[in-house]
């Protein structure tokens, strides 16, 4: 739609020719302007949030305490059974150790026949005191 038809005023030559028509405010007034803080008073106070925070840990501190508990006699428990095995282990690891001692001192008094003075089993250090060998030299399948 053209301007003329919008303003009732056909044949208008220029924009100029038109009537000067300017926005008011409605009748009544503008409603007035909200403009200080309003904030709202509702929600739980300071002190309720820190006594449910402080509970909440409390609790937690709790569980993890009780955890504690239960974790520290399970390994108690392995630990018990550990010590209870431990002798049957060691025999069946000396009743292996003797078997291998004699089968290492076979082989060498096979290899070292020829040597003369040598005696066999005897610790080349001479330290007088007994020390098994490494764990490894006498189990070659662990290599």
Same mark, same amino acid.
């Given at each position: 739609?053209?301007?003329? &038809? ?14 000067? /028509?300017?926005? *008011?405010? @409605?009748?009544? =007034?503008? @409603?007035?302007? %909200?403009?200080? %803080? ?12 820190? /006594? ?5 840990? +409390?609790? =937690? ?5 009780? *955890? ?9 428990? !392995?630990?018990?059974? %550990? %010590?209870?095995? /431990?002798?049957? /282990? ?8 003797? !078997? ?20 066999? *089993?005897? +610790? &080349?250090?001479? +330290?007088?005191?007994?020390?098994? @060998? ?10």
């Amino acid at each position: 739609m053209t301007e003329a &038809v919008i303003r009732n005023k056909p044949g208008m030559a220029s924009v100029k020719d038109m009537p000067i /028509l300017q926005d *008011g405010p @409605p009748p009544g =007034g503008f @409603p007035p302007v %909200r403009y200080a %803080r309003r904030i709202p008073n509702t929600g739980p106070s300071a002190m309720a949030i820190f /006594l449910a925070a402080f509970g909440a840990f +409390s609790y =937690g501190m709790y569980q993890v305490g009780q *955890g504690n508990k239960i974790r520290r006699a399970l390994k108690e428990e !392995k630990y018990a059974a %550990r %010590r209870a095995i /431990l002798p049957m /282990l060691q025999a069946e690891e000396d009743e292996r150790f003797v !078997k291998e001692w004699k089968k290492y001192l076979e082989y060498e008094a096979e290899v070292m026949k020829d040597v003369p003075g040598w005696k066999v *089993g005897e +610790s &080349v250090y001479n +330290s007088g005191k007994w020390m098994p @060998p490494a764990t490894g030299e006498l189990r070659p399948e662990v290599w």
